[in-house]
Protein backbone atom coordinates (compact mmCIF):
# COMPACT_ATOMS: atom_id res chain seq x y z
CA UNK A 1 0.00 0.00 0.00
CA UNK A 2 0.83 3.79 -0.54
CA UNK A 3 0.08 7.09 0.35
CA UNK A 4 -2.47 9.10 -0.80
CA UNK A 5 -1.11 11.90 -2.60
CA UNK A 6 -2.38 14.90 -4.27
CA UNK A 7 -1.28 18.10 -5.90
CA UNK A 8 -2.78 20.98 -6.77
CA UNK A 9 -0.39 22.67 -8.91
CA UNK A 10 -0.63 25.10 -12.65
CA UNK A 11 0.32 23.54 -15.74
CA UNK A 12 3.64 25.79 -16.23
CA UNK A 13 4.60 26.65 -12.99
CA UNK A 14 8.41 25.25 -12.51
CA UNK A 15 8.34 24.05 -8.91
CA UNK A 16 4.69 21.83 -9.77
CA UNK A 17 7.17 20.50 -12.45
CA UNK A 18 9.96 19.96 -10.25
CA UNK A 19 7.08 18.33 -7.55
CA UNK A 20 6.23 16.37 -10.82
CA UNK A 21 9.82 14.96 -11.37
CA UNK A 22 10.40 13.83 -7.66
CA UNK A 23 6.92 12.48 -7.50
CA UNK A 24 7.50 10.56 -10.87
CA UNK A 25 11.17 9.31 -9.93
CA UNK A 26 10.20 7.78 -6.76
CA UNK A 27 7.46 5.70 -8.94
CA UNK A 28 4.77 7.38 -6.50
CA UNK A 29 0.81 7.82 -8.19
CA UNK A 30 -0.65 11.19 -7.73
CA UNK A 31 -3.86 13.14 -8.59
CA UNK A 32 -2.95 16.34 -10.39
CA UNK A 33 -5.13 18.98 -9.71
CA UNK A 34 -4.96 22.28 -12.17
CA UNK A 35 -6.22 25.07 -10.58
CA UNK A 36 -4.53 27.19 -13.48
CA UNK A 37 -8.25 28.45 -14.72
CA UNK A 38 -10.73 27.52 -12.02
CA UNK A 39 -10.81 30.75 -9.05
CA UNK A 40 -13.12 27.92 -7.25
CA UNK A 41 -10.21 25.28 -6.76
CA UNK A 42 -7.59 27.59 -5.89
CA UNK A 43 -10.13 29.01 -3.04
CA UNK A 44 -10.64 25.12 -2.06
CA UNK A 45 -6.94 24.83 -2.18
CA UNK A 46 -6.49 27.60 0.20
CA UNK A 47 -8.57 26.70 2.55
CA UNK A 48 -7.24 23.21 2.94
CA UNK A 49 -3.68 24.22 3.05
CA UNK A 50 -4.03 28.28 4.23
CA UNK A 51 -1.54 28.66 1.12
CA UNK A 52 -2.45 30.48 -2.25
CA UNK A 53 0.65 29.37 -3.66
CA UNK A 54 1.50 25.97 -5.93
CA UNK A 55 2.24 23.62 -6.20
CA UNK A 56 0.46 22.45 -2.62
CA UNK A 57 0.43 18.33 -2.12
CA UNK A 58 -0.87 16.48 0.34
CA UNK A 59 -0.16 13.30 1.67
CA UNK A 60 -2.94 11.09 3.37
CA UNK A 61 -4.75 14.32 3.56
CA UNK A 62 -1.90 16.09 5.26
CA UNK A 63 -0.94 19.39 3.70
CA UNK A 64 2.71 18.95 3.52
CA UNK A 65 3.65 22.64 1.21
CA UNK A 66 5.09 22.88 -2.31
CA UNK A 67 7.82 21.76 -3.98
CA UNK A 68 10.72 22.66 -1.38
CA UNK A 69 8.57 21.52 1.00
CA UNK A 70 8.85 17.95 -0.16
CA UNK A 71 12.38 18.49 -1.37
CA UNK A 72 13.80 18.94 2.32
CA UNK A 73 11.51 16.19 3.56
CA UNK A 74 13.65 13.63 1.26
CA UNK A 75 16.52 14.85 1.86
CA UNK A 76 16.01 14.41 5.75
CA UNK A 77 14.94 10.67 4.53
CA UNK A 78 11.25 10.96 5.75
CA UNK A 79 9.58 11.68 2.37
CA UNK A 80 9.85 7.62 1.47
CA UNK A 81 8.32 6.81 4.91
CA UNK A 82 5.33 9.12 4.33
CA UNK A 83 5.03 7.58 0.81
CA UNK A 84 4.71 4.54 1.94
CA UNK A 85 2.24 5.07 4.77
CA UNK A 86 -1.60 3.81 3.61
CA UNK A 87 -3.86 6.24 5.36
Do not use: H, W
Amino acid sequence: MSAKVVMYSTRFCPYCMRARSLLSNKEVSYEDIDVGGDPQLRQKMYALSGRDSVPQIFINDEAVGGYDDIALLDRQGKLDTMLATSA
